[in-house]
């Protein structure tokens, strides 16, 4: 059964619906979620995508997330990415609000969430192939390097998080 999609306008609001296919090939705005995921100490975690994955295949991301299904809750779909990826469930998510990217290749409307996890992080479903935790500092260092491949949505975020100065992102912005 195809996977039907929320789409969306400019200011994120629900336009419709769509499958999956046709959203990214017809690159059709659209809704989603990322969670970035901490521990205690501060560090992200960050990952790399299944090399079968429909967009950024092999990338590198700090985001746990996917798109948002036809009348899905934003914080209920967080939940289910985040289970769904990385097998972490109950955790407390924090909203920071929505990021906007558009590139040639997607038009996205995110919503935002930071989660703390301390407990263990599998990769549930395939989606994930590696992972490890980075303090922001050795992310930057890995963000300024050009040959290391990194989803631009997410780069993006990271991005706006520093400049806006929203918690300790700004370190990613010191190098």
């Given at each position: 059964?195809?996977?039907?999609?929320?789409?969306?306008?400019?200011d994120?609001?629900p336009?419709?619906?769509?499958?999956?296919?046709?959203?990214?090939?017809?690159?059709l705005?659209?809704?989603?979620?990322?969670?970035?995921?901490?521990?205690?100490?501060?560090r992200?975690?960050?990952?790399?995508?299944?090399?079968?994955?429909?967009?950024a295949?092999?990338?590198?991301?700090?985001?746990?997330?996917?798109?948002l299904?036809?009348?899905?809750?934003?914080?209920?779909?967080?939940?289910?990415?985040?289970?769904?990826?990385?097998?972490?469930?109950?955790?407390?998510?924090?909203?920071?609000?929505?990021?906007?990217?558009?590139?040639?290749?997607?038009?996205?409307?995110?919503?935002?969430?930071?989660?703390?996890w301390?407990?263990?992080?599998?990769?549930?479903?395939?989606?994930?192939?590696?992972?490890?935790?980075?303090?922001?500092?050795?992310?930057?260092?890995?963000?300024?390097?050009?040959?290391?491949?990194?989803?631009?949505?997410?780069?993006a975020?990271?991005?706006?998080?520093?400049?806006?100065?929203?918690?300790?992102?700004?370190?990613?912005?010191?190098?």
């Open positions: 059964m195809p996977e039907i999609v929320t789409l969306v306008d400019a994120g609001s336009t419709g619906s769509a499958e999956r296919s046709v959203v990214r090939r017809d690159n705005r659209h809704a989603a979620t990322a969670v970035l995921v901490r521990d205690p100490e501060g992200i975690y960050v990952h790399r995508r299944s090399p079968t994955k429909d967009w295949p092999g990338h590198h991301d700090a985001a746990a997330g996917g798109v299904t036809a009348g899905e809750d934003p914080e209920e779909s967080a939940r289910r990415e985040l289970e769904e990826e990385l097998a972490v469930s109950g955790a407390d998510l924090r909203p920071l609000g929505l990021n906007h990217y558009e590139d040639d290749t997607t038009r996205v409307v995110e919503h935002v969430y930071e989660t703390t301390d407990g263990p992080v599998v990769w549930a479903d395939g989606e994930v192939v590696w992972g490890a935790w980075l303090t922001l500092d050795e992310l930057a260092v890995r963000l300024a390097d050009p040959g290391w491949s990194f989803v631009p949505d997410t780069r975020l990271l991005a706006r998080l520093a400049a806006d100065r929203v918690g300790d992102y700004a370190r990613l912005s010191a190098r």
